[in-house]
T-cell receptor
């Protein structure tokens, strides 16, 4: 089976930094992805880590430690538009993802 | 390029009724997926397809059937709807095995079963 753990909610002010942790136990592991979902809309892809280390894409960064079965998404210089749900997802084989329950990020002025 | 589209956007059914949800993608992707999303539970895979004419069960396939007669379309059927199938249904597609395995999602279908 698959098990992914991430916090259910995070609140921060504009301009702050938020880190969303994700720990996983899965039967297969190709890499860790992150998706963003605004208010029940379509989830959209943010990042993917197949190897250990940090990947940076603008204000967002994602980190993976395969030996610790752990990753995180770092949101910097928070903006109001970053208020959304963020899902970690393990790529368990060539074509399947297993999603966490999601973290709701609320950005306050 | 419309990406992934889903029909209908909203639907209310009575228990025991049947319906089909249609997903279409214009990106020539090999892989297609149906997920359901319930509050606090993330996205759960119902069925998926790795190519035209092929389908396979995901985590929560009971009560659903699928077909992929054309590469661009993936249909999800509910033969006898139950209140437990009230959910938001998302279709997704992915180009194949290379790269990140990024999945592209449709806008969702909000289904209520009374």
């Amino acid at each position: 089976g698959q098990s992914l753990e991430q916090p259910s909610e995070v609140t921060a002010v504009e301009g702050a930094i938020v880190q969303i942790n994700c720990t996983y136990q899965t039967s297969g592991f190709y890499g860790l992805s992150w998706y963003q979902q605004h208010d029940g809309g379509a989830p959209t892809f943010l990042s993917y880590n197949a190897l250990d280390g940090l990947e940076e894409t603008g204000r967002f960064s994602s980190f993976l430690s395969r030996s610790d079965s752990y990753g995180y998404l770092l949101l910097q210089e928070l903006q109001m538009k970053d208020s959304a749900s963020y899902f970690c997802a393990v790529r368990v084989n060539d074509y399947k993802l297993s999603f966490g329950a999601g973290t709701t990020v609320t950005v306050r002025a | 390029n419309a990406g992934v589209t889903q029909t209908p956007k909203f639907r209310v059914l009575k228990t025991g009724q049947s319906m089909t949800l249609l997903c279409a993608q214009d990106m020539n992707h090999e892989y297609m997926y149906w997920y359901r999303q319930d509050p606090g539970m993330g996205l759960r895979l119902i069925h998926y397809s790795v190519g035209e004419g092929t389908t396979a069960k995901g985590e929560v396939p009971d009560g659903y059937n699928v077909s992929r007669l054309k590469k661009q379309n993936f249909l999800l059927g509910l033969e006898s709807a139950a209140p437990s199938q009230t959910s938001v249904y998302f279709c997704a597609s992915s180009p194949g095995t290379s790269g990140s395995g990024e999945q592209f999602f449709g806008p969702g279908t909000r289904l209520t079963v009374l």
